[in-house]
């Protein structure tokens, strides 16, 4: 059965940190792996990863993955208050979004 | 805005009720997707409709029914549920055969059921 598992479930830290947030899978016909923020309601889209050792990056958001050991992070420097949320990692299989698998999230608690 | 119109944001029902949950995308997708978020669990797939043809249904209890009149709208009705199912209920839509086919979610319907 096709897994996802996030770590942690949860972390507080304070503005200014840096944090690293884990995903690691386990797929049948791996495709891509996506990172979502889920502030309040909807998730948005932050990336999509295809290849191991290549860096996406936006801004102060950076995540790579790694084929070979299944697994993703997604680091987030100079943390602030709008970065609290819930942060979701899925895996996509062959046969496109109706195979994307979730894990329960990272919920991340920047303070002041 | 993500594209994607889940209405209502807020239903209390009690388990004898009837009620529908209503979606529209606005990106000119062919796919649509009603997701299921209970606490502490991850987000479930429900149903899939691609170019208006149900193309799964992950084993969801009869109670919960869907509509997808156009590739721009869907629904999902609802009766006769239990407290268990009260949950967060996503809607998202993407476009299929691209190779790019990240979901674009909704803010979703936050559903009690009493």
């Known amino acids: 059965e096709d897994k996802v598992v996030q770590s942690p479930l949860s972390l507080v830290v304070h503005e200014g940190d840096t944090v690293t947030l884990n995903c690691s899978y386990e797929v049948t016909n791996f495709r891509s792996l996506l990172w979502y923020k889920q502030e309040k309601k909807a998730p948005t889209f932050l990336f999509m990863l295809t290849s191991s050792g290549i860096e996406k990056k936006s801004g102060r958001l950076s995540s790579i993955l790694d084929k070979k050991e299944l697994f993703s992070i997604l680091n987030i420097t100079a943390t602030q208050t709008g970065d609290s949320a819930v942060y979701l990692c899925a895996v996509e299989a062959v046969g496109g979004s109706e195979k994307l698998v979730f894990g329960k999230g990272t919920k991340l608690t920047v303070n002041p | 805005e993500t594209g994607v119109t889940q209405t209502p944001r807020h239903l209390v029902m009690g388990m004898t009720n009837k009620k529908s949950l209503k979606c529209e995308q606005h990106l000119g997708h062919n796919a649509m997707y009603w997701y299921k978020q209970s606490a502490k669990k991850p987000l479930e797939l429900m149903f899939v409709?691609?170019?208006?043809?149900?193309?799964e249904n992950n084993s969801v209890p009869s109670r919960f029914s869907p509509e997808c009149p156009n590739s721009s709208h869907l629904f999902l009705h609802l009766h006769t549920l239990q407290p268990e199912d009260s949950a967060l209920y996503l809607c998202?839509?993407?476009?299929?055969?691209?190779?790019?086919?990240?979901?674009?979610f909704g803010s979703g319907t936050q559903l009690s059921v009493l």
């Open positions: 998202a839509s993407s476009q299929v055969g691209t190779g790019d086919e990240k979901l674009f």
């Open positions: 409709y691609n170019f208006k043809e149900q193309t």
